[in-house]
Nanobody, 124 residues
Framework: QVQLVESGGGLVQAGGSLRLSCAASGLTFSSYAMGWFRQAAGKEREFVAA????????YYADSVKGRFSISRDNAKNTVYLQMNSLKPEDTAVYYC?????????????????WGQGTQVTVSS
């Protein structure tokens, strides 16, 4: 079975940093592009960042560009999201997802597997 497990969420003050991890199992990790999405309370899910299967290509939502960085370690079957200069509007449940399709997808329906999410709360 395929399983994606996020970790690293928590409470942080505005301007602080947090690193999320997503550990994958049950799939050939290096064959999947990986993405991060988030959903704030009462809001729709939105794309945050994605990385190609090789790690050579990345893509970010405008709202996080320059502050967040996605990376992956295929040897550890893990994708990371380094979040710096956090703002209260970054508060959301963050989900990682795996996409076997070509290229880098920014639309959630193209992803094949999803984690359970981890809560990130940024205080003023």
């Amino acid at each position: 079975q395929v399983q994606l497990v996020e970790s690293g969420g928590g409470l942080v003050q505005a301007g602080g940093s947090l690193r999320l991890s997503c550990a994958a199992s049950g799939l050939t990790f290096s064959s999947y592009a990986m993405g991060w999405f988030r959903q704030a309370a009462g809001k729709e899910r939105e794309f945050v960042a994605a990385i190609s299967w090789s790690g050579s290509d990345t893509y970010y939502a405008d709202s996080v560009k320059g502050r967040f960085s996605i990376s992956r370690d295929n040897a550890k079957n893990t994708v990371y999201l380094q979040m710096n200069s956090l703002k209260p509007e970054d508060t959301a449940v963050y989900y990682c997802a795996a996409d076997q399709g070509p290229g880098i997808a920014t639309i959630g329906r193209f992803y094949d597997y999803w984690g359970q999410g981890t809560q990130v709360t940024v205080s003023s």
